[in-house]
């Protein structure tokens, strides 16, 4: 199931943004349009797989995803396609900035070369893990609220008081809002143990069954 998951997570990408540059071509005269609508429309790929993501959080959380092997591997898929799709959209935005002979300054932003590595990492280390404890747990609840920021930050970027690109916004509240609801579902499922606490416990029980088995004059 996993190596199947696994590589549909791979091929999917595929499709969209061939798409993409294809309608770019179509719509678009000149290397540097046609760069620019590429990198507009990934980002915006990759805000609807995080909105995806987000939601799916919420609505079932984190931990009963882990609970059952369908819904796990379908996050992983979600992650591993953000990912990807990332990647292309970095690749865009660096070739949209050299057929403009100016150079992306990535070094200069450690915040957002460190959440790359990590959107990079996340999917490897999920698909080597099929237990959720509680550092993993917090590590992509963490990972998933610093993606949304830095999606709503560039969707705030986009307002200008001559265009006060109403839909950037109303996507800013709808990410934050799935923040919000993915807090709840965190309070909600407080009560539930993770998989590796609970084999302990039942680790420890089996151990203090066997201690009574054993006679006094033993």
């Known amino acids: 199931m996993e190596k199947k998951g696994f590589t549909t997570a791979r091929s999917a990408p595929d499709l969209p943004e061939r798409l993409i540059y294809i309608r770019a ?17 990934s980002g915006r790929t990759s805000a609807a797989l995080n909105l995806v993501t987000l939601f799916m959080v919420g609505y079932f959380g984190l931990k009963t995803i882990y609970k059952e092997v369908a819904k796990r591997d379908t996050f992983r898929v979600l992650l591993t396609l953000f990912a ?22 990535v070094s200069h932003n450690l915040h957002g070369t460190i959440t790359f590595i990590c959107l990079l990492s996340l999917p490897i280390i999920l698909w080597n893990m099929d237990r959720l404890n509680k550092v993993l747990y917090y590590a992509v609840i963490l990972h998933l609220f610093n ?56 680790v420890s029980g089996s151990r203090s069954t066997c201690v009574p088995a054993l006679g006094p004059d033993q």
């Open 84 to 105: 990807v799709n990332h990647l292309v959209h970095f690749f865009f935005i660096h070739q949209y900035f050299q057929s403009q002979g100016s150079a992306l300054e």
């Open 25 to 41: 071509n179509l719509t678009l005269q000149g290397s540097v349009e046609v760069l620019g609508e590429c990198a507009r429309n």
């Open 147 to 202: 993606i949304t920021y830095f999606i709503c930050k560039t969707f705030y970027s986009r307002y200008k008081p001559v265009d006060p690109a109403y839909l950037h916004q109303l996507g800013i509240v709808i990410m934050i809002g799935s923040l919000i609801y993915i807090i709840y579902r965190m309070y909600r499922e407080r009560s539930v143990v993770f998989e590796d606490a609970t084999s302990s416990v039942q």
